[in-house]
């Protein structure tokens, strides 16, 4: 089992709907998790962050952890053209000083 | 403010050979961390600097090794390169190993 799991996509959704890319974790006492977009050929980028259960929002980004259910996601409001990118959910895992990536959801966003 | 900038941004070599990839990290971070990521998955914990030492390390050869200095930029060191090192080493800075982590462009490398 990988320690941090996403689907590959491509997750194709129309201009203006709502992206969800989802995340799961293999190690239960895991504290952080991060949200990264990726555009071909680039770096990645640091989008979000949480820490506690529940919803975060900032602008267009929703990021939802459940400790409970090892499960994290990311939710992407009024997608745009632009956001087509892949998009990397990372961990810090019990004493962990790096983060774990997954192998990240490519997102299609269709004018 | 400066980002975290690398170099060479690419480069070639061939099996065999040595590389040496540079970093240096964002304004006020003191710890460095190296990535190496290959097409179509994500980045791979190499291994993390802090105060010149290194703090932990991922699934690496001993041919991966690397050093940081006083200022906290970094280096990485690969020997006796094989085809399977061609990928994109990314190095990411951060305060202490707690903070968010912040990327470089990165490095591509491509071994012949």
């Known amino acids: 089992q990988k320690e941090v799991e996403q689907n590959s996509g491509p997750l194709s959704v129309p201009e203006g709907a709502i992206a969800s890319l989802n995340c799961t974790y293999s190690?239960?006492?895991?504290?952080?998790f991060f949200w990264y977009r990726q555009y071909s050929g680039k770096s990645p980028e640091l989008i979000m962050f949480?820490?506690?259960?529940g919803d975060k929002e900032d602008g267009r980004f929703t990021a939802q952890l459940n400790k409970a259910s090892q499960y994290v996601s990311l939710l992407i409001r009024d997608s745009q053209p632009s956001d087509s990118a892949t998009y990397l959910c990372a961990v810090k895992g019990t004493g962990r000083r790096a983060l774990t990536f997954g192998s990240g959801t490519r997102l299609q966003v269709q004018p | 403010d400066a980002g975290v900038t690398q170099s060479p941004t690419h480069l070639i070599k061939t099996r065999g050979q040595q590389v040496t990839l540079r970093c240096s990290p964002k304004s006020g971070h003191d710890t460095v961390s190296w990535y190496q990521q290959a097409l179509g998955q994500g980045p791979q914990f190499i291994f993390q600097y802090y105060e010149e030492e290194e703090r932990q390390r991922g699934n690496f050869p001993d041919r991966f090794s690397g050093h940081q200095f006083p200022n906290y930029s970094s280096e990485l060191n690969v020997n006796a390169l094989l085809l399977g090192d061609s990928a994109l080493y990314l190095c990411?800075?951060?305060?202490?190993?707690?903070?968010?982590?912040?990327f470089g462009e990165g490095s591509r490398l491509t071994v012949l």
């Open positions: 190690d239960r006492g895991s504290q952080s």
């Open positions: 990411a800075s951060s305060f202490k190993s707690t903070g968010e982590l912040f």
């Open positions: 949480i820490y506690s259960n």
